[in-house]
């Protein structure tokens, strides 16, 4: 099994930045992709980052230019930079890892983003 932990939420105004991070443990040596998904209210969850075991990454088109995925194998934790927040960018992000087996999700913090 793998254990993830996020950090990072919290309330900023429009055009500001924030930075969530996310420590898997656990079997991490199982661990292929790593990344974000949110979920806003009344909304279903939709990917906002991902990047795979070899650093190719994915993001959807409404964060690209103003979010960064990044990652470090050596400590098995996944980080979404995250910059020019806009008030749609409101939601839960949960952290997501794929497994050689399973997937697994954080519990999620809470980004909110006044205009």
């Known amino acids: 099994q793998v254990q993830l932990v996020e950090s990072g939420g919290g309330l900023v105004q429009a055009g500001g930045s924030l930075r969530l991070s996310c420590a898997a443990s656990?079997?991490?040596?199982?661990?292929?992709?790593m990344g974000w998904y949110r979920q806003a209210p009344g909304k279903q969850r939709e990917l906002v980052a991902r990047?795979?075991?070899?650093?190719?990454?994915n993001l959807a088109d409404s964060v690209k230019g103003r979010f960064t995925i990044s990652r470090d194998n050596a400590k098995n934790t996944v980080s979404l930079q995250m910059n020019s927040l806009k008030p749609e960018d409101t939601g839960v992000y949960y952290c997501?890892?794929?497994?050689?087996?399973?997937?697994?999700w954080g519990q999620g913090t809470q980004v909110t983003v006044s205009s």
């Open positions: 997501h890892v794929v497994t050689t087996w399973f997937d697994y």
């Open positions: 656990g079997n991490t040596k199982s661990i292929n992709a």
């Open positions: 990047i795979g075991g070899g650093g190719s990454t």
